[in-house]
């Protein structure tokens, strides 16, 4: 049986990827900075996906290279292994750059790229050992082309691509794959919080979580259909 760690798992995308791999009889390590959000998916994922996988939650902050490798440290010791990595976590900020401030710039880039880097690094050497593994980063259309007002999150989001297209050819030999997806706008609560009256008045036409949570699982799953170091683009219709 797979082991799955998704982080920013407590809500959104990483909610909905996590409880599908559950139900898929894949292992599921919730990871959240909210103790709450990680409660309520647990407590869902145990109804949904009874005797499907075992499924845990870790109170995690991705930017701290000791809380992920307590992270890790707790999957293996409960699960035996990470198979699958997600790299779903992250923040976003609406503003012009000259009006964004350092704090802010770090929290985006830490949260988004610096937590994809962190993670990879701590999950790769036991997927090389082993011989197979996956790594889906979550990035977006927004890594793809920049946009006015998103400067550090779209800076984040190109970086998330670029990570992923370097580890993959740094672990090709191994049967690993890494991969990038990117969404267009997601009816989440980040995407909400970040500008609550965009997200009102286009709501209706941005992408489902658990749209975009099927794709990242088809992506695992079908080795043949997506390629190592793949960007798989997602747009809104």
Same mark, same amino acid.
């Given at each position: 049986m797979k082991?799955?760690?998704?982080?920013?798992?407590?809500?959104?995308?990483? *909610?909905?990827?996590?409880? +599908? +791999?559950? &139900?898929?009889? #894949?292992? &599921? &390590?919730?990871?959240? *900075?909210?103790?709450? $959000?990680?409660?309520?998916? #647990?407590?869902?994922i145990r109804q949904t996906a009874e005797g499907h996988a075992g499924v845990a939650?870790?109170?995690?902050d991705v930017s701290i290279s000791s809380d992920i490798g307590s992270l890790v440290s707790k999957t293996v010791m409960e699960f035996g292994a990470v198979d699958i990595l &997600?790299?779903?976590?992250?923040?976003?900020? #609406?503003?012009? +750059?000259v009006d964004t401030s350092e704090k802010e710039w770090n929290e985006t880039i830490n949260s988004n790229l610096k937590g994809a880097f962190l993670c990879s690094q701590a999950v790769v050497p036991g997927m090389v050992r082993r011989g197979s593994g996956t790594i889906i980063n979550v990035s977006s259309v927004a890594g793809k082309e920049g946009s006015e007002n998103l400067s550090a999150y779209?800076?984040?989001?190109?970086?998330?691509?670029?990570?992923?297209?370097?580890?993959?050819?740094?672990v090709a030999g191994s049967n690993i794959r890494v991969m990038s997806i990117c969404p267009g706008e997601v009816a989440t609560k980040m995407q909400e919080d970040?500008?609550?009256? /965009? /997200? *009102?008045?286009?709501? $209706?036409?941005? +992408?489902r979580p658990r749209q975009v949570a099927e794709k990242i699982v088809e992506m695992i799953f079908d080795g043949k259909k997506y390629r190592n170091g793949q960007s798989v683009d997602m747009p809104n219709e």
């Open positions: 082991t799955a760690i998704i982080t920013g798992g407590g809500r959104g995308i990483g *909610r909905e990827t996590a409880m +599908l +791999l559950a &139900v898929k009889g #894949v292992n &599921v &390590v919730v990871c959240s *900075r909210t103790q709450k $959000d990680i409660d309520e998916t #647990v407590s869902h939650g870790t109170k995690c &997600v790299n779903n976590a992250g923040v976003a900020i #609406v503003k012009r +750059l779209c800076a984040s989001k190109f970086g998330m691509i670029g990570l992923a297209e370097s580890l993959a050819w740094e970040a500008d609550p009256a /965009y /997200y *009102r008045a286009h709501k $209706d036409r941005m +992408l």
